[in-house]
């Protein structure tokens, strides 16, 4: 088994990828396509240069939102947010609905009234939440972004890049509520006594149109053009592209998917079952333990870094008290890439251990223990 690691590491080492594409030419005046597991940057073009992003900025008004509220706490809807301009998810003043259908709206919709509905939930008014989502940005390291509002309405001050918007996207999309509503085609709402009955359909025309497509948000204003976030997965490879400004931005988008695709491949770094550590047992009828991955984790290989940025730590006990059955948990092993968390993996007890009762003391084990005490 150890020869199958160092066999499986080896082959990683030195399998080559599909040379990198030298050109590609979208209609977007700023992209950007990033691989989701690392945030290294597959592509861009003018992508840290500013701009705002009309409705993409609902990205981060859902994350926000999820982050601070659960998804069955009930929001009522303000004079102000039914009034909202715009894109309608056709809210009605003194309704009451629950946060997960306002986020349904929201994402797939487009609905401005959800978004204000939403910050003067969460943020108490709409600049509040801004100032919410500003620093939030800033934590993930979207440090060229700034928000006036929730909707994507162009305002004075409000403004991203496409580097950022993917950096927030890749935020968002590791949080399972944001991924599952982003990924939805349709959503029926149930009405009740304070709310009515909705559907919704998802304007993001790539869940349909591109293989693997897995979300996420379209924007458009005329002062900002057409604005559009996608995802997609292939072969355990996750991209995330971002165009502000693209006149042409489905086509962008799966060129931009495609490009990606070519110059990521996923290889295996662990595979279920693999022997990854063993320890010693106490009181057992084996002297060690073999642990064993509970899964399997593929990492995004790039040719030129290798595994240089990748590390292994392992939370472990120093030994294991028998009985052990088969299967236990022993510990776990974080896989790490350039210092930021990647993966959690749990191991396994390969085998069961009889728990063996220790020998008795014999005498001069006894006699050695009284020299001990009278002379200590």
Same mark, same amino acid.
């Given at each position: 088994?150890?020869?199958?690691?160092?066999?499986?590491?080896?082959?990683?080492?030195?399998?080559?990828?599909?040379?990198?594409?030298?050109?590609?030419?979208?209609?977007?005046?700023?992209?950007?396509?990033?691989?989701?597991?690392?945030?290294?940057?597959?592509?861009?073009?003018?992508?840290?240069?500013?701009?705002?992003?009309?409705?993409?900025?609902?990205?981060?008004?859902?994350?926000?939102?999820?982050?601070?509220?659960?998804?069955?706490?009930?929001?009522?809807?303000?004079?102000?947010?039914?009034?909202?301009?715009?894109?309608?998810?056709?809210?009605?003043?003194?309704?009451?609905?629950?946060?997960?259908?306002?986020?349904?709206?929201?994402?797939?919709?487009?609905?401005?009234?959800?978004?204000?509905?939403?910050?003067?939930?969460?943020?108490?008014?709409?600049?509040?939440?801004?100032?919410?989502?500003?620093?939030?940005?800033?934590?993930?390291?979207?440090?060229?972004?700034?928000?006036?509002?929730?909707?994507?309405?162009?305002?004075?001050?409000?403004?991203?890049?496409?580097?950022?918007?993917?950096?927030?996207?890749?935020?968002?999309?590791?949080?399972?509520?944001?991924?599952? +509503?982003?990924?939805?085609?349709?959503?029926?709402?149930?009405? /009740?006594? /304070?709310? +009515?009955?909705?559907?919704?359909?998802?304007?993001?025309?790539?869940?349909? +149109?591109?293989?693997?497509?897995?979300?996420?948000?379209?924007?458009?204003?005329?002062?900002?053009? $057409?604005?559009?976030?996608?995802?997609?997965?292939?072969?355990?490879?996750?991209?995330?592209?971002?165009?502000?400004?693209?006149?042409?931005?489905?086509?962008?988008?799966? $060129?931009?998917?495609?490009?990606?695709?070519?110059?990521?491949?996923?290889?295996?770094? +662990?595979?279920?079952?693999?022997?990854?550590?063993?320890?010693?047992?106490?009181?057992?009828?084996?002297?060690?333990?073999?642990?064993?991955?509970?899964?399997?984790?593929?990492?995004?290989?790039?040719?030129?870094?290798?595994?240089?940025?990748?590390?292994?730590?392992?939370?472990?006990?120093?030994?294991?008290?028998?009985?052990?059955?088969?299967?236990?948990?022993?510990?776990?092993?974080?896989?790490?890439?350039?210092?930021?968390?990647?993966?959690?993996?749990?191991?396994?007890?390969?085998?069961?251990?009889?728990?063996?009762?220790?020998?008795?003391?014999?005498?001069?084990?006894?006699?050695? $223990?009284?020299?001990?005490?009278?002379?200590?």
């Amino acid at each position: 088994m150890k020869k199958a690691v160092c066999l499986l590491l080896t082959t990683l080492l030195c399998t080559s990828l599909t040379p990198r594409i030298q050109a590609l030419s979208v209609s977007a005046q700023y992209a950007c396509v990033i691989d989701a597991q690392t945030g290294r940057i597959l592509y861009e073009k003018n992508g840290h240069e500013t701009h705002s992003m009309a409705s993409t900025t609902k990205i981060m008004t859902a994350l926000v939102a999820i982050e601070n509220a659960a998804p069955d706490e009930i929001v009522p809807v303000s004079a102000g947010a039914a009034g909202t301009e715009g894109s309608s998810i056709y809210l009605k003043s003194g309704e009451k609905l629950p946060m997960e259908d306002l986020l349904y709206g929201l994402m797939l919709e487009s609905g401005n009234d959800a978004a204000v509905a939403i910050a003067e939930h969460v943020g108490g008014s709409v600049e509040n939440f801004a100032r919410m989502m500003t620093m939030r940005a800033h934590e993930i390291g979207a440090t060229s972004t700034a928000f006036q509002n929730p909707n994507g309405l162009d305002a004075e001050g409000h403004y991203t890049t496409a580097y950022d918007l993917a950096l927030i996207t890749r935020c968002a999309l590791a949080n399972p509520i944001f991924a599952e +509503i982003v990924a939805t085609k349709r959503k029926t709402t149930e009405a /009740d006594s /304070d709310s +009515i009955a909705r559907s919704f359909y998802n304007h993001n025309k790539m869940l349909s +149109i591109y293989p693997g497509c897995t979300g996420v948000k379209t924007g458009f204003t005329k002062k900002t053009g $057409r604005c559009l976030v996608s995802s997609a997965t292939r072969d355990h490879t996750t991209a995330i592209c971002v165009t502000l400004n693209a006149p042409n931005d489905w086509n962008d988008h799966a $060129r931009m998917l495609d490009y990606a695709f070519s110059v990521q491949k996923a290889k295996p770094l +662990i595979i279920k079952d693999m022997v990854l550590k063993s320890l010693p047992v106490k009181n057992g009828s084996g002297k060690t333990v073999e642990l064993l991955a509970a899964e399997d984790f593929f990492f995004t290989f790039d040719e030129k870094e290798g595994l240089s940025k990748i590390t292994l730590d392992y939370v472990l006990p120093s030994a294991v008290p028998a009985p052990i059955p088969q299967g236990a948990q022993i510990g776990k092993v974080k896989i790490s890439y350039d210092g930021q968390l990647l993966k959690e993996i749990e191991l396994l007890s390969g085998s069961a251990v009889e728990y063996l009762e220790p020998p008795k003391p014999g005498f001069w084990d006894n006699f050695k $223990r009284l020299l001990q005490i009278n002379f200590s």
